[in-house]
């Protein structure tokens, strides 16, 4: 490990501080996770994790309560920008049940509430003295929020709404922190008004008394029971019996309900109400560049001690570490490059919403559509492709990625709930492609498009095909032309067919839309190619050439081993116009040989470079030192499992033996 | 529900019947099934089944060996053919610590012992009166057994062989019921006599005594821990330390170590030590089908029944069904169809593994080396793409298909563990691509090839393109050309690439490595279509018109829907020659468009056809009920952590509050 270590081409510690934006940043990070490590007693990885051992559904919520509040205060001192990655493992906040506090419950309050609401319950969040979460999600009902069957009916007389759960479908259902840690949270409801069905509007409500924690009148709530990760935190469901709050309570930032009942609305305040999301949606776009990182990080540090067969750079005694072999360093490489390209698109999308959020401050939202798509396209993107890396990165773990205490099943499963909450993916696609068709019906009226989709216009260059020739892939104007070609190709094409169709709009959207989500799809590697290129020719002038070549590198990784990798989503569309040629391809697997070798050397430093701690990777694969084997086997002799058999019953698990065992042994047949 | 049900086009029961081989079998399968299940208490399913309940590690282990036993009980007073699938959940033998007595180390006996060891160890073992399992794969090693470390030491004074685990990275790792349930197994050690090192052969070892159980003196044993999945099961690990066994527990149908130390080996004894691995691989392959099946039934009842949004079906005040749209429908129907030629493909191989058999009964052995090749593909290709298709169908049921009680994390956690055991799939497509380049060697040098592979011979058509348009493509004779042109093309280009490369051949390989996975993948996948097909020209002549057109469409599209699926796995290769152009492709999208519509109210029949109990796919999704929601309301409600907060504390989870909570909300700041 060592020796992989110093093979890198590059200073890692000045990718590192590329990562998190700067030396202080770094160093801050640092101090945070050391000090929530200390407080956990998670910081001696010599001991077997908790979560490893014998935990139950309550342990695990226990467990997560203690690292809850832990970190909830330890981000309350210090409030740091990286709260959101400080949990045990990196993993978002929901892991947590204080998580969504301020992940949900205050942009809430934030976006939607009108000043006084914000005067009032933000301090009081802040202060920890209410703990909030975000209720949408029904159990009959997801994404499609227009079909939400809570309903909020105002009571005239009493100046109050009335919260309810009319059928069992309406019960809220996953929320985070919900079924037994949470105080308040803000309700997505129908908003009725005599015998007007208003649709979704948001409204406070409180959940338990802050003094004893009991439930208040009305309101049932529970735990949904064990799920494939997050454990940590009680994702909840909460039936309402007629509960009442006062109309003060309605999110009135955009909206309002008057005394009498009288109901007024800014323009577009549906989507408006949708920013919450929105930002839930980018930062989880951010946080998955992480979490691939982590599982990649395992994977490499892995990859490079362990030995299997006979290979290219075995000599001796000793077999081929893994990493050498094609296959597995074709795949473990690709996926760090994504991890960088997700981390680069992602802080595209957080200046973007800079800029958005900055505009809505003086009422204009114009930018909204554009911000809306890109992220809910970000966020698909970025989640499908990493659940889909990660679960790679532990296969190439082979059966040690099967264990739990490989830390990877988590982080897998972590991941992959992502591609399905804040907006199922297939449906934020189809989000997106809704967005282009109108970016073209804009287009051919003349309008004016977003910058950022401009090169729609750039002529759709269906026949054009590429002229590029061997190294010539390597070029940032070349691999970005593929790219926009095969966008353009894909966003005339399915424009066309849908709206020349003879179908009702609905049927013809259905009968295409496989065709749609690839010209979402297209679009938004296009936007992530763009977003890679536009940060190398930014970097900091001090970066040294040994970095920017290092990065270059992974930027063509990415752009090139995509339109060739047999795992690649979608891929037929770069090809089947011509647009590349088989002798092309063969040019370009070549040129993605050639950087593999080439990065290879730096497979470690490119990981390392995360500067996880051993802690928060919580993995006997992904250990710093590389000891794969004596960490192994001394988080499973510490396995309770195994204490105990060995102690009281030296080596017997009991009564197992005696009741299971036994008996088919001494069966009289 | 009952309405999809009855808008299948043919008889569920007929096709039931196709898929277990008969009437009979399907009505003992029932029957066995109830038994079972009725004996295990989780027949009703109304009752929260016990793995979804608060668990730790030793509870589940505790409720494995109970399913264990009952299941292994059964199987000895009825001794079914489906033995294999009878567990719970229909899962692998090696969910069960006593799985692998049947599965691998009773075969170990049978195939490599000679028949004074068949006679005196099989009988044993049949009657329950030894519980055996096989070890092999060691804490730093895995497929590749050159690499196996563990020694034994022929000791000549005494007769007997010294098992030995000379380091801690040879730590026998993995194997299914060692840690706590088994008392024998076969272990894979370097036979070492005098200075000679003869490779790894197998033992005989008994691990505890099957009196109490104690390990014998030299022996450690225990549990490798949590794991994705299978932790019904403890899989364990060994460390032997000097252990002294008879001579006659060395395995010598294949080869002998005399009475003085002389070591004989008939040729190829090596290769003949595999044939248990060869017969796992088949069964894998096999089961892989069903667990596919299992998690597309699942997922189809949950979209027949979830509505969201307005789209093609909606009516009144319904939304949609979410299997009416496209992306879901082409995503669960193709999986299907998967799952059905996984299927036939199996038996496929289940038919050749026979005929070899037959075969090496009169020591002929020449068929070995292709059905090694068909069964490391096969397995290779049924698990990857299970894999991906199992979570695919899981991510089908959105948030829902995270829930523990959806059933689907722990099929999806089984299937991908096959990926990796019995042989890592990436190692054993580079194994069969060896068997294809020598199938090239063998044709250029006018040898003869095994029937199936003569197909390459077949003029290599590099140049070729397809010629058939529109409905042509409905054709079977176009359908396998193309995965025909596609395997000719790419074995041959690779074989060329590789027999005349200036490297040093593990350098060669190496270079090469991606595209002679792509030609050993593109050589099963046409073996698979061919499977199918065969399938269908052999159906039983009372088949009804209308269930062979089901069948029909089916595969149709398995043949066209992965030529055009955005996530099909190396799907360029199709197309980057030119062989399919692009108007074809888009005629391809229109036949496997029409082919979806057509197959689209058959989707429940086609699931239900595999005749699953509701207690095998422990599913609050998956009830052939259809009540989604109810069923999962039912369970949550009983879940441990809801009633104890209910009960106790009338709604307060303690100590949580007390400790985690409270604090934060009455932090003095």
């Known amino acids: 490990m060592k ?4 093979a890198a081409s590059f200073d890692t510690h000045e990718l590192t501080c590329l990562i998190y934006g700067g030396e202080q940043t770094v160093q801050q990070r640092r101090v945070a996770f050391e000090r929530v490590e200390r407080a956990l007693g998670t910081r001696d990885t010599s001991i077997l994790p908790r979560c490893y051992g014998n935990m139950n559904r309550d342990e695990a919520y226990d467990e997560g309560l203690e690292v809850g509040r832990v970190t909830f205060e330890d981000g309350r001192h210090h409030n740091h920008d990286f709260f959101l990655e400080s949990t045990p493992r990196g993993m978002i906040a929901n892991a947590s049940p204080f998580g969504l506090v301020r992940f949900l419950f205050e942009p809430a309050i934030q976006y939607c509430g009108n000043e006084e609401q914000k005067a009032k319950w933000l301090p009081l969040s802040r202060a ?3 703990l909030g979460t975000y209720c949408q999600t029904e159990l009959g009902h997801g ?5 939400l069957e809570t309903t909020a009916t105002f009571d005239q007389t009493a100046d109050e709404f009335v919260i309810h759960s009319p059928t069992l479908s309406s019960t809220k259902f996953w929320p985070g922190g919900l079924g037994f840690s949470t105080t308040h949270t803000v309700v997505m409801a129908r908003l009725m008004i005599g015998t007007n069905d208003h649709g979704p509007h948001l409204f406070i409500v409180q959940l338990r008394s802050t003094e004893d924690g009991m439930p208040l009148p009305g309101i049932k709530l529970g735990d949904v029971g064990l799920k494939m990760a997050y454990n940590g935190t009680d994702n909840g469901f909460a039936c309402f019996e007629l509960v009442r709050i006062p109309r003060s309570n309605m999110l009135m930032g955009h909206v309002t309900v008057s005394r009498d009942g009288a109901y007024s609305a800014i323009p577009g305040h549906a989507v408006l109400s949708y920013s919450t999301m929105l930002l839930g949606r980018v930062r989880i776009a951010r946080i998955t560049a992480f979490q691939l990182a982590q599982a990649t990080t395992i994977a490499v540090r892995y990859s490079t001690v362990r030995e299997q067969g006979v290979g290219p750079d075995s000599s001796g005694p000793n077999e081929t570490r893994i990493i050498s072999y094609r296959s597995q360093h074709f795949r473990l490489l690709t996926l760090v490059a994504k991890a960088y390209a997700t981390l680069f698109a992602s802080r595209k999308c957080d200046a973007d919403h800079t800029k958005l959020r900055v505009q809505q401050e003086s009422g204009e939202h114009s930018m909204l559509p554009y911000m809306h798509s890109l992220s809910a396209g970000m966020k698909a993107w970025a989640t499908s492709d990493a ?3 990660a679960e790679d990165a532990r296969k190439c773990c082979g059966g040690h990625g099967f264990l739990m205490i490989s830390g990877l099943p988590e982080i897998v499963a972590s991941i992959t709930a992502a591609a399905t909450f804040e907006g199922e993916n297939y449906v934020l696609w189809q989000q997106v492609g809704r967005y282009l068709l109108k970016c073209v019906d804009a287009l ?3 309008q004016k498009l977003h910058p950022d989709m401009v090169y729609l216009n750039d002529g759709n260059g269906v026949s054009a095909s590429c002229k590029a020739q061997r190294t010539q892939f390597l070029g940032r104007g070349v691999q970005l032309s593929i790219y926009r070609h095969r966008a353009q190709r894909l966003v005339f094409s399915v424009h066309a067919a849908v709206r020349s169709s003879s179908m009702a709009p609905p049927d013809a959207w259905n009968y295409h839309m496989m065709a749609i ?3 979402a799809r297209a679009h938004i590697e296009y936007i992530a190619l763009q977003a890679f290129v536009t940060q190398l020719e930014n970097l900091p002038a001090s970066t040294t050439p040994a970095l920017q070549l290092a990065l270059n590198r992974l930027c ?10 047999p795992r690649s989503v979608d891929v037929l569309s770069f090809v089947e116009d011509g647009h590349l040629s088989s002798p092309q391809l063969d040019m370009i697997r070549e040129q993605v040989n050639e ?7 730096d497979a470690i430093a490119l990981t390392d470079a995360w500067d996880f701690t051993d802690a928060s990777l919580c993995s006997a694969l992904g250990m710093a030192d590389g000891n794969v084997y004596e960490n192994i086997m001394r988080w499973v002799e510490q396995l309770p499992i195994n204490q105990k058999a060995w102690k009281e019953n030296s080596g017997v698990y009991e009564p197992g033996w005696t009741d299971s065992v036994d008996p088919i042994l001494k069966a009289k047949l």
Chains 1, 2 share one sequence.
């Open 128 to 130: 920890g003295k209410i």
């Open 387 to 389: 659940a889909d890396g």
């Open 444 to 446: 051919k009226a003349g």
């Open 3 to 6: 020796k992989a270590r110093e």
């Open 595 to 601: 950087l593999l070798d080439a990065l290879l050397p």
């Open 143 to 147: 994404t499609f929020v227009r079909g």
């Open 517 to 519: 989500i690839s010209a």
């Open 556 to 565: 063509s990784l990415f752009a090139l081993s995509n339109l060739i990798n």
